[in-house]
């Protein structure tokens, strides 16, 4: 018997049931920009309740091996964070006190040293207008310039009135409590709104952004105490006026990304003016460029290359986005924000060539 040929039948792909379409794309983006420019105060809040819990849960978890409960351990975390706020603040509240009665007389000697670059600066500006001739004759010429935004205009940003902020901060300490209350249960609950294959992804993802916001948050307090150590005996035996509290300002301002040396130069240059040489205001200055950039090639790396990494590029975009976006509080918020979403983008295959674009 002669066997009848198979005949293999070929299937042809199906198209795709739905195609990718940029503009509905282009609108979620533009629905999530707008969510997060006009629900900045909320978001930022929520933010920072987040990082403080990250810090904060430690401190519960101990608390909670000698047999307390998880309730009042949080309570017990969450004291001993306002207690420290409130500590910092009393022993530098005299200090600044004092400093702001001064700083009349120090913005009145900068003045005075600054008036004869002001007066050569007017004196270009009359033998300028001088120069010039109006396009018609007897005419006047009418110039119109565009008032000048103040450099404190970024850092203001995001900021509402004191009452304001005083609201916002208040729910912070609340915030905090609850989420290290219930983070065992957010945590599961989070994951269990994904699909079941996605989970185990979701509880590891969940877990390194909880490790990276750690290791930020304590890595920039023991880099900024670092800093602030150093700065306040430099200051102390240069003789540079509130070297106490001006050494503290100025070694956290350094952890401000990029602007940071900048920053931290504005202080004691400020008190400096004369009280000090310019030899020793010269000291000072080389000094905070040196802590900031001994912090930023040996103290970064070690508290920080582990957790986060991301390359300057996609850290001065980030700055720029969410300075732009929030203000001050995007400056401090970016490069969190920025490590979290690329941690996700890690973990998802579709986002896996942006992460490597972010990434070092």
Known sequence: ????????????????????????????????????????????????????????????????????????????????????????????????????????KYSQKIRSMLQPFRTQAEKFQRTTEAVQEPETPGAKSIVTFRPATSWTDLFTHGFGSISEDLLAASFIPFL???????????????????????????????????????????????????????????????????????????????????????????PPVLVGLGQMDRGDLVVVIFTVMGLHLFALNVLYPKFLGSRLKLNPLAVTIALLFWGFIWGAVGLVLAVPITGAIKIIFDHVESMKPYADWLGE
């Not at 794309?25 to 403080?52: D, H, N, Q, S």
């Not at 101990?62 to 009393?90: D, E, F, H, W």
């Not at 102390?236 to 300002?249: C, Q, R, T």
Request: proline share 5%; with cysteine; charged share 10%.
């Open 1 to 104: 018997m002669s066997e009848e040929p198979q005949v293999q039948t070929i299937e042809t792909p199906r198209p795709a049931a739905t195609r990718h379409h940029w503009s509905l794309t282009l609108l979620g983006i533009a629905l999530i920009l707008a969510f997060v420019y006009y629900g900045e105060l909320v978001l930022a809040v929520l933010c920072f309740a987040i990082l403080l819990t990250f810090v904060l849960a430690p401190i519960a978890e101990g608390l909670q091996r000698l047999r307390l409960p998880r309730g009042i351990a949080s309570l017990i975390a969450v004291l001993l964070l306002l207690g420290a706020i409130y500590g910092v603040t009393y022993l530098s509240y005299n200090q600044a006190q004092i400093f702001a009665d001064n700083l009349p």
């Open 176 to 266: 905090v409590y609850f989420l290290l209350t219930w983070q065992h249960h957010a945590r599961s609950a989070t994951v269990m709104l994904f699909p079941l294959q996605h989970r185990n992804t979701a509880f590891v993802t969940l877990g390194l952004i909880a490790k990276m916001l750690r290791s930020f948050i304590v890595g920039n307090l023991l880099v900024g105490l670092f800093i602030s150590g150093a700065s306040v005996a430099i200051f102390w035996f240069l003789h540079v006026p509130f070297f106490y509290f001006i050494g503290f300002l100025s070694g956290f301002l350094s952890l401000v990304p990029y602007l940071g040396v900048v920053l931290a130069m504005g």
